[in-house]
């Protein structure tokens, strides 16, 4: 039946050249659309402005040509989304990052593959495989609540130590939540404290080095794949600082592996096994860690990072929203000095429903997207196998028609029983993507997110004081100000 059915869809929908979308041009496609003068001048940077517009003109599909690569299509609409990501086959393909593709295709003695976020096809499930069944259990990741409550307080004893005298930080304040989300994710990756948030790092210590390393890389991931790709002709200035910044991140993660490998040496293997050493014991090549752990630092710095401080933003922007979360936070974890536990962690309603509110308005990725390996049907068009489908899921989640008053801050949506509870397509927003390829991390993620707000809340009011903030992407959604919070002593 199935098939009949699909047959009628197809018989009955319209052609892929249908699709509404900017008119493609010789040469540059629709690329004109973000020129300035004859396009409309938002760069892609400002991608939710950009999509905003679009979506005025064309509605809830459209499409972009771009000389060179798979054809793209947007959809805004959840029904779609849904349609997406239940027909993914077994090995999903998600695009971008060819820059580090192309890095780790030079250095061949290290990289045996191109690793779990940039492979695809049966190579990418062999390591995810493997890796998920370690990083994603969920006693594994609560192994890491006391270290990573112990990162919290550190960052919290940082801000102390460099807050000014007028409790505003200053405008690089997000370089500090880069340096708290990389001290977290090497704990676990790296299994060991990078010190990251030291208070006499050295310009030149390895941590130091590392924090510019990686900040460095996603500037220049950004800046080639977003421009001309000259970079694939020949190798450009930037191309070669990329390099030479993943060179500092693969030595230094290829030292601390071999440590572990050499101290698992002599290990009996009766006590725990971090989430490192389990990797490098139960099937998975030396190599192929290397790759896994420099991926979980290349995704899981930005992304915490940035998640964090619009979490941060909007409890200062909700004062009244900021003192319940305060009082859940007191009531169930304790006043500052007490740490939460698994226990603790899993009786804080309000905290996660914060969490969630936050995601919807500021998404780390503004859209998931898949290369379809099947044709579909999407919004009454036929989309060819082998398109990039982006679903747009920060512009779906500020739709009225999803989330009522969708622009506002109200983590009330996200409780069971609440008067406002939201009842939305369960497709419109997917913060850590979906299916088999959905973010390994995830686990890892939301403990850091959860133990530093607790700690923030335990110890600080937290106001912001200047302009609206919103976002821009640097392969991951970014705050667009500075982030120039108070932190007030409580
Ligand atoms: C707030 C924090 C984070 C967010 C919002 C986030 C979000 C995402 C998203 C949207 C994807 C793509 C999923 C898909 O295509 O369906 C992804 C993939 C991934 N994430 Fe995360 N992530 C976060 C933190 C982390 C952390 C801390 C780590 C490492 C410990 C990590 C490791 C990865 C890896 C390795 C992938 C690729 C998975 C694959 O292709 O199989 N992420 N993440």
């Given at each position: 039946m199935s098939k009949r059915m699909s047959a009628t869809e197809f018989d009955n929908a319209k052609p892929?050249?249908?699709?509404?979308g900017l008119r493609v041009l010789p040469i540059i496609g629709t690329t004109w659309?973000?020129?300035p003068y004859v396009g409309?001048?938002?760069?892609?940077?400002?991608m939710l402005e950009l999509q905003k517009l679009r979506f005025k003109q064309f509605g809830y599909i459209w499409r972009d040509i771009v000389p060179g690569r798979p054809p793209i299509v947007y959809t805004a609409r959840p029904e779609d989304v849904e349609k997406l990501f239940k027909s993914e086959g077994k090995h999903p393909v998600r695009p971008g990052m060819d820059t580090i593709k192309a890095y780790r295709a030079q250095r061949v003695k290290d990289f045996t593959s191109a690793g779990i976020l940039l492979s695809s096809g049966d190579a990418w499930w062999q390591t995810r495989s493997k890796a998920q069944q370690t990083i994603l259990k969920p006693k594994n990741a609560t192994h890491y609540i006391p270290v990573l409550n112990d990162i919290a307080e550190d960052f919290i004893d940082r801000i102390r130590l460099i807050r000014p005298e007028n409790n505003e930080m200053k405008p690089d304040f997000i370089n500090e939540m880069y340096r708290w989300a990389l001290e977290s994710v090497g704990v676990v990756?790296?299994?060991?404290?990078?010190?990251?948030?030291?208070?006499?790092?050295?310009?030149?210590s390895e941590a130091q080095k590392l924090i510019n390393a990686a900040n460095f890389s996603f500037d220049a991931i950004n800046d080639l794949e977003h421009n001309f790709p000259f970079w694939k002709f020949f190798v450009t200035p930037m191309l070669q600082k990329l390099y030479d910044a993943q060179d500092f991140l693969t030595d230094t993660t290829i030292k601390y592996i071999s440590q572990t490998v050499e101290a698992l040496k002599?290990?009996?293997?009766d006590s725990y096994l971090s989430i490192l050493e389990q990797l490098l014991v139960r099937g998975m090549e030396p190599s192929d860690v290397i790759t896994m752990v420099i991926d979980m630092l290349m995704a899981g710095v930005d992304t915490s990072a940035n998640t964090s401080a619009f979490l941060l933003y909007y409890l200062a922007r909700n004062p009244e929203k900021q003192e319940k979360l305060r009082e859940e936070i007191l009531s169930?974890?304790?006043?500052?000095?007490s740490s939460p536990t698994a226990s603790t962690l899993n009786n804080l309603p309000y905290l996660k429903a914060c969490i969630k509110e936050s995601f919807r308005l500021m998404?780390?990725?503004?859209a998931n997207a898949r290369i379809t390996d099947k044709d579909l049907v999407l919004s009454g068009y036929i989309i060819p196998k082998g398109t990039l489908v982006a679903a747009l899921h920060q512009l779906m989640a500020r739709l009225d028609e999803n989330f009522?008053?969708?622009e506002k801050f109200i983590p009330?949506?996200?409780?069971?029983?609440?008067?406002?509870e939201s009842h939305h397509h369960?497709?419109?927003?997917?913060p850590f993507g979906?299916?088999?390829?959905?973010?390994?991390?995830r686990k890892i993620a939301e403990l850091e997110i959860q133990q530093l707000t607790i700690k923030m809340l335990q110890n600080f009011k937290v106001e912001y004081d200047h302009e609206d903030m919103s976002c821009f992407m640097r392969m991951t959604n970014m705050p667009?100000?500075?982030?120039?919070f108070k932190f007030i002593d409580l």
């Open positions: 892929f050249d249908q699709v509404p659309g973000m020129f409309d001048g938002i760069p892609i940077s400002r990756g790296l299994n060991t404290r990078l010190g990251c948030l030291r208070p006499d790092l050295a310009p030149d002599g290990s009996s293997f169930v974890v304790g006043p500052k000095g998404p780390a990725a503004n009522p008053e969708a009330e949506r996200w409780i069971k029983g609440d008067p406002q369960p497709y419109v927003t997917l979906c299916g088999t390829r959905m973010c390994i991390g667009d100000k500075p982030l120039l």
